[in-house]
């Protein structure tokens, strides 16, 4: 019987990639990508009847409310998305393996190079209420919380990344405003569903941080897609984030990732040395090509 794997959350951007490379790294196992077309994970009877039906073997639960915005106009309904849902899914998962994406912006963003055992302060609902799901998912010694970062990819649709968000923005004629003092640590989404496939199979639960291994400025960040990305030229405009207005943003979410990379059988790249490893007749810059192969081949 080939292990069966639930993916919430399988129309954003990660649980993409996680569907369409299943193949490639675990090839001996079925997939059940859920959208949120397929299921609403705030409706009680109907979660515990797919689960009842589905009897997984493992649950990778990408799903959530992530936009900060979204989040801090709506707080009852992120609570309702990214804690009552993963707390009822947890639950579920009792006797299983059970791995949640959570975030950094569980940091205030003052200090930087944060470690799993440094402590978390949000300064936004977002980041509240993925701590708050955290502490439900790591009570069960078998579940895994996954920190992930600022994630760089193409979607289906177009409309699931920070990178398709700065596309759409310079099409439409408008500038983008990145600030030179406020740093992440990016990753494409190919590398995070690699990481989180080998983490399945290596029964090591617990909690983990997982980020490119370069501290980058949000203004650093956009410099290096221009070359991939000639739309933005003449887009980019250098801000600060003592001018910014709306919901707090952590300054400084660069994690340290040392205690994954440990696990893993392929070293953590920075973004800017990704971009600089890629080749102009590639037709993905986010293709994630491993001997010769790329993940694209493995869709299906």
């Known amino acids: 019987m080939k292990p069966l794997v639930i993916i919430t959350g399988a129309g954003g951007l990660i649980g993409q990639y996680l569907v369409k490379t299943a193949r490639r790294w675990v090839p001996g196992w079925h997939i059940e990508g859920l959208t949120r077309a397929d299921l609403d994970l705030t409706d009680d009877a109907a979660v515990t ?6 009897a997984p073997d493992l649950v990778v639960h990408c799903a959530a409310m992530s936009r900060t915005k979204d989040c801090e106009e709506s707080p009852e309904r992120a609570s309702r998305i990214n804690v009552e849902a993963t707390v009822r899914l947890a639950g579920l998962s009792e006797t299983i393996p059970f791995i949640f994406l959570s975030s950094g912006e569980v940091f205030d963003g003052t200090g930087g190079w944060y470690r799993e055992t440094d402590q978390p302060n949000p300064i936004n609902t977002y980041g509240r209420t993925k701590l708050e799901a955290e502490g439900a998912v790591l009570l069960n010694p078998r579940h895994t919380v996954m920190r992930i970062v600022l994630t760089a990819g193409i979607s289906d649709e177009r409309n699931r990344s920070f990178v398709e968000d700065m596309c759409r923005t310079a099409k439409a004629g408008r500038d983008v405003t990145l600030y030179a003092d406020e740093f992440r640590c990016p990753l494409p989404a190919g590398i995070i569903a690699r990481a989180v496939w080998e983490i399945a199979q290596c029964d090591r639960p617990g909690l983990y941080h997982l980020g490119g291994s370069e501290r980058l400025s949000r203004w650093e960040i956009g410099r290096a897609l221009l070359p991939w990305y000639p739309e933005l030229t003449g887009h980019l405009v250098e801000g600060s984030a003592r001018d ?10 660069s994690l340290n990732c040392e205690k994954i990379q440990n696990l893993l059988s392929f070293r953590i ?21 491993v001997d010769g192969v790329s993940d694209h081949q493995y869709e299906s």
Request: net charge negative; aromatic share 10%.
């Open 269 to 289: 790249p920075g973004f800017q040395s990704w971009l600089a490893g890629r080749s102009g007749a590639e037709t993905d810059v986010w293709d994630v090509a």
């Open 244 to 253: 910014h207005q709306g919901a707090p943003r952590p300054a400084d979410l």
């Open 49 to 54: 009847a797919m689960f009842s039906r589905l």
